[in-house]
C-alpha cells in the first residue's frame, strides 16, 4: 500500500474492453483534483476499444495487446499475462484499475498485484457476479440494486470488497434504465475508491477492507420502495 502523503502521483494502469466510460470517470476526477492518482497506460484486448481512443484524446500511453497470438499455447490465458505484466512494469504501474475488462485474470497478474488490483461490478457483490447482472437483479425481484469495487482475487467477482453504491429498484424498471441510474454511481465510486487506496487508508485483513479515518459515518438505512 502507498504511504499516505507520498510526494509523487499514484501510477494507475487501466485495462479495459469496452466503452471506457469509468475510465473517463477516473480520467475527469483526476482533472477536477478530486482523485490524486495519474493514468500511466490503458492496455485493451480490444484493438477498437473506445477506452484506447478516450486515452488516446488525452495523451495516455494507449496498449492493444492482441490476444490472437496466444490462442494456441496450452497456457494461453498465463502467457497472455505475463506479456501484460511486461507492459505493466515497464510503465511502473502500482495499482491495476479493472474498467470492463472482458477478460479473466489468472494468478499471474493477480499474485503479482496482491491486494493491488481493483475490479468494479454493477451489483451489489456477493449478488449477482458473472455478466448481464443488472438485468438478472431486475429478474429476480431485488428492490435494491448497486455496484461494488473490490480488490481482485482468483474467485470471479469475489475479492475483498471495498466500497459499494446501494441503488433503488423503482416500480416500472427496466433493465438499461436501470443499467444507467447503477452507471452513474459507478462513476462516482471508483475515483473515490482509488482515491483512499492513493491516500494509504486501506488495509485488507482476511476479507474485510477496513477504511482508515471513518470515525462518524451516518448509520441510517435505504428503504425501498421508501
Ligand atoms: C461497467 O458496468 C462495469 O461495472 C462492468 O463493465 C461495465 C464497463 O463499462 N465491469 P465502461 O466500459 O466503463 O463504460
Request: hydrophobic share 45%; aromatic share 4%.
Amino acid at each position: 500500500m502507498p504511504a499516505a502523503g507520498r510526494p509523487d502521483k499514484l501510477r494507475l494502469g487501466v485495462l479495459a474492453s469496452g466503452r471506457g466510460s469509468n475510465l473517463q470517470a477516473i480520467i475527469d476526477a483526476i482533472e477536477a483534483g478530486s482523485l490524486q492518482a495519474q493514468i500511466v497506460l490503458v492496455l485493451s484486448n480490444k484493438k477498437d476499444a473506445q477506452a484506447l481512443e478516450r486515452a488516446r484524446k488525452c495523451r495516455i500511453d494507449a496498449v492493444f495487446l492482441d490476444p490472437k497470438p496466444f490462442k494456441d499455447r496450452p497456457d494461453s490465458r498465463e502467457a497472455y499475462d505475463r506479456a501484460i505484466l511486461e507492459v505493466l512494469t515497464k510503465h511502473e504501474v502500482e495499482l491495476i484499475v479493472l474498467a470492463g475488462y472482458m477478460k479473466i485474470v489468472t494468478p499471474v497478474l493477480i499474485k503479482a498485484y496482491e491486494n493491488r488490483m481493483m475490479n468494479i461490478h454493477p451489483s451489489l457483490l456477493p449478488s449477482f457476479p458473472g455478466l448481464d447482472v443488472q438485468k438478472k437483479a431486475l429478474d429476480w425481484g431485488v428492490k435494491i440494486a448497486g455496484c461494488t469495487v473490490h480488490f481482485v482475487t482468483e474467485g470471479v467477482d469475489e475479492g475483498p470488497i471495498i466500497i459499494q453504491a446501494a441503488v433503488p429498484v423503482l416500480e416500472k424498471d427496466t433493465a438499461d434504465a436501470l443499467t444507467a441510474r447503477i452507471l452513474e454511481q459507478e462513476h462516482k465510486l471508483y475515483p473515490r475508491a482509488i482515491q483512499l487506496y492513493a491516500e494509504g487508508r486501506l488495509r485488507v485483513e482476511a476479507r474485510r477492507v477496513s477504511v482508515a479515518g471513518l470515525d462518524s459515518q451516518p448509520a441510517g438505512a435505504l428503504i425501498s420502495p421508501a
